[in-house]
């Protein structure tokens, strides 16, 4: 609630969002909204054929598709979309996908500074933020540049069927996770933490709804939705404890992003919401239940999706390092980061214990 002592700055992000069923049919209108004439389509290797199909349907607008985008943007596939890019005179960049396209996608942008439209077909959020990254050998470089930044957001419900039910779901709690952390970020503000609020519900209703009925649209448009509020709250705020560990053991141990966060979500919302008032009433209000870590648990079992970070690969041998890492350099949480607090809550999940 807003009082007179409420003091804050809030630093909107300007893109247009077309949403809807079929809204695929729009993305040559918006290409000429956009006044571009010779854009590069990027994609992943798996969506090669939906990759082409955009750029039949773009037709003279387009130049060429580089569907070679991996996770993480390795620096030597930047370096080639980057490299087609100039060879072709692109004007602009389409990035259909998840954040992995989209994060190509900003990696031309931030050499370039072209424009980008965003056709997300995951709930990852990268397509509202302007941050990117970069991979080079095992070290990730992040930052922020408005110039990464979509001007135009394309998100077709229609495009989020055919995700596969268990990235349906990892992806709508890498999207959660942000909104849980925008909720108590040092940069927010009362419309972030509306939007957070607004976002963690729809998530979480519509992670409920395809447990049963994965082809649901109300629900698919629950997720959209949320994943769009989810993703400007990462864009307008500073992460905090759950964002610095995905980030770190994406990096050292190469664990997949949306499931990293799925994992480990519960029980940094248990170690932070303990002292976080405002978000806990937030979130208990969104989940209807005074315990959120517990209802994400129960919802991720409904799911058959519970798993521990040693199901992802990770060891005890690997939690002195990371623990380093998530120690070693200063940022905002709403609780103090120790070492021993972090070695607990890597162990916990490492085992899948009860957060
Ligand atoms: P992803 O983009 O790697 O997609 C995972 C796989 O699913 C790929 O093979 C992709 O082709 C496939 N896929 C995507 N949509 C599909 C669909 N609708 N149907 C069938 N298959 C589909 O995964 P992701 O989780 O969306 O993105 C992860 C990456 O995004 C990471 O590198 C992460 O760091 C980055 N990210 C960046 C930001 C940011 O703000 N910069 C935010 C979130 C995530």
Redo the contacts with the bound molecule.
Sequence with gaps: MIAADSSFVHQGLASRVVFGRGTIAQVTDEVVRLDLNRVLVVT?P??EAQGNDLAAQLGKRTRDTFAEAT???PASVAAAAGALARDIAADGVVAL?????I?LA?AVALETSLPILAIP??Y???EM?P???LTDGQRKRTGRDTRVLPKTVVYDLD??T???AD?SVT?AV?ALAHAVEAMYAPDGSPVVSLTAESAASALLSGIDAIATAPDDMDARARLTYGAWLAGSC?GATTMSLHHKLCHVL?GLYDLP??WTHTVLLPYVMRYNLAVAADARERLSRAVGSEDPPGVLVELLGRHGLRRSLADLGMTFGDIDRAVDQAVGSAYPNPREVTAPEVTRILSAALCGDDP
């Design positions: 992943s798996e969506q996770m993480h943007v996908g998840g954040g992995s396209a994060g900003k077909t995951t990852a959020g990268s933020t941050v990117w990254g495009l989020t055919s995700l596969p990235l992806s890498n990462l994406g992003h949306a």
